[in-house]
């Protein structure tokens, strides 16, 4: 993850891919994706999860590297971040 500057194993990133996947299906159910004002709160919030994710790392001294079983406990404490949690 360049934008951060945190290395994420194989599984991280596919986990995020999911994330994001699922985030878009979630967009689409909702009839938002051609709204200009969820699109940009959505790419915000990507921002903030990716944070999250870097903000853990550094938490736990691991930083800027963050290994699966830190990326797991990270997500199932993050706080809502529509549409990706």
């Given at each position: 993850m360049e934008l951060i500057d945190l290395?994420?194993?194989?599984?991280?990133?596919?986990q995020i891919?999911?994330?994001?996947?699922?985030?878009i299906e979630r967009m689409v159910i909702e009839s938002v994706t051609e709204r200009a004002d969820k699109i940009i709160v959505a790419?915000?919030?990507?921002?903030?999860?990716?944070?999250?994710?870097?903000?853990?790392?550094k938490s736990l001294g691991t930083y800027?590297?963050?290994?699966?079983?830190?990326?797991?406990?990270a997500l199932?404490?993050?706080y809502p971040l529509w549409p990706y949690c």
């Open positions: 290395y994420l194993s194989s599984y991280c990133l596919s891919e999911k994330i994001i996947d699922h985030a790419e915000e919030n990507l921002k903030h999860l990716l944070e999250y994710f870097r903000d853990h790392a800027p590297f963050l290994d699966d079983n830190a990326f797991d406990t199932a404490g993050c």
